[in-house]
């Protein structure tokens, strides 16, 4: 999609200090940005009944009247550290967490960048009635589903919801809209869900079975098309050899700021293929820590992406990182594939394409 390279290289995330042990439904948005020029709609469904553990406002665990709040928490970098540069990816991340009000069968879509909202609507979309969700009344003009965001700042970042359900099946629903208002493209996708069930752990948020390496999911085949028409870009998130990104109730874990994967194209002893089936070499790889993005073309020599100008496919390598401490390996991550026009008005295989175009997905 036409995105500014430099806003597609920004994202958010939430945090929290946690309180007792309890299980929960968990949805991970692992990829939020906002920017000057790009935003990051997301939308909760809960589902779940009013006997459905949730939180007060000071974040203890109960069911019933006065128990409407979910917690979010989003672990996210900034500024001049939100970019695609060596000392971005390598930086660490922050976190801002706040409870924030629901209701059984509320849906709530908000802007994370404040654009397409304001501090007054505390980032709520749609004319919310603020009824049932008195969203208004329970939150302020800077603790709202911005997560404490102004409109025009940079960030990066991946975004947990969650309640304190401790039965089993899953209760809540989310999906993410990124939005490049100034060319009007847009990609999106369902989040990450987590049923812990009953246990009282950590596991709600361990995300390794969804990862895009996990055990028994598809082949992570890297497409990509010719670097001078179409950007082919990977956010990824890692997470924790041991598979938990969080403590019970979205508390901080030792480490949770400083996950690292190392991301490369290793197909064979090469690099990838070209679109003739010759296998090309020339692989190079990059740590991430906590979440950044990549570029194919950055996954390989200058010399094979030459050869490799008309595109390919190569075999996406995720693994433990390999950057010093305080950096903890993270070995299960979470890869976003976006592809992009790399013009406003380019072309596709030599043909001209009005406006933008773009596609984007987890891989899975």
């Keep these: 999609m036409k995105m500014k390279l430099n806003a597609l290289s920004l994202a958010v995330a939430a945090g929290f200090i946690g309180s007792a042990a309890q299980a929960a439904d968990v949805a991970m948005f692992p990829y939020v940005v906002n920017s000057p020029t790009v935003t990051t709609i997301v ?25 409407n709040r979910l917690h ?5 970098k900034a500024g ?18 706040y409870y924030l009000p629901t209701s059984p069968s509320d849906i709530q879509t908000f802007d994370l960048g404040g654009r397409h909202s304001t501090a007054a609507a505390r980032g709520v979309m749609f004319n919310d009635a603020s009824i049932n969700n008195n969203y208004v009344a329970g939150t302020t003009a800077t603790i709202n589903y911005m997560l404490g965001a102004n409109a025009g700042s940079v960030q990066r970042g991946v975004l947990f919801i969650h309640n304190a359900d401790n039965v089993l099946g899953q209760t809540l629903y989310g999906e993410a809209m990124v939005l490049d208002f100034s060319t009007g493209a847009a990609w999106g996708y369902q989040a990450l869900l987590n049923d812990e069930g009953a246990a009282n752990t950590a596991a709600a948020f361990n995300f390794s079975a969804q990862a895009t390496n996990a055990v028994g999911s598809a082949p992570d085949i890297l497409t990509f098309m010719p670097a001078a028409e179409v950007t082919t870009r990977l956010f990824v998130t890692p997470t924790p050899a041991a598979g938990n990104m969080l403590g019970a109730n979205g508390a901080s874990v030792a480490g949770w700021d400083n996950f690292t994967a190392l991301v490369s194209m290793a197909t064979g002893a090469g690099v990838a293929f070209d679109r003739d089936e010759n296998l090309v070499s020339g692989s ?11 570029d194919h073309t950055e996954l390989m020599t200058a010399g094979a992406a030459a050869v490799l100008a008309s595109g390919g496919h190569g075999l996406l390598t995720l693994v433990a990182g390999t950057l010093p401490a305080p950096a903890v390996a993270g070995a299960a991550p979470v890869a976003t594939k976006l592809e992009f026009s790399r013009t406003n008005g380019g072309t596709l295989n030599g043909v001209a394409v009005p406006g933008t175009y773009n596609n984007g997905f987890i891989m899975r």
Excluded at 72 to 76: E, K, V
């Design 284 to 294: 190079s790889a990059v740590n991430i820590k906590c979440v950044g993005a990549v």
């Design 72 to 76: 979010y928490r989003l672990n996210y």
């Design 80 to 97: 001049a550290l939100a970019g695609m540069d060596a000392a971005s990816r390598a930086a660490a991340c922050q976190e801002v967490n």
């Design 43 to 67: 939308t909760i469904v809960d589902n779940g009944t009013a006997a459905v553990q949730r939180y007060n406002n000071a974040g203890v665990i109960g069911a019933g009247a006065g128990f």
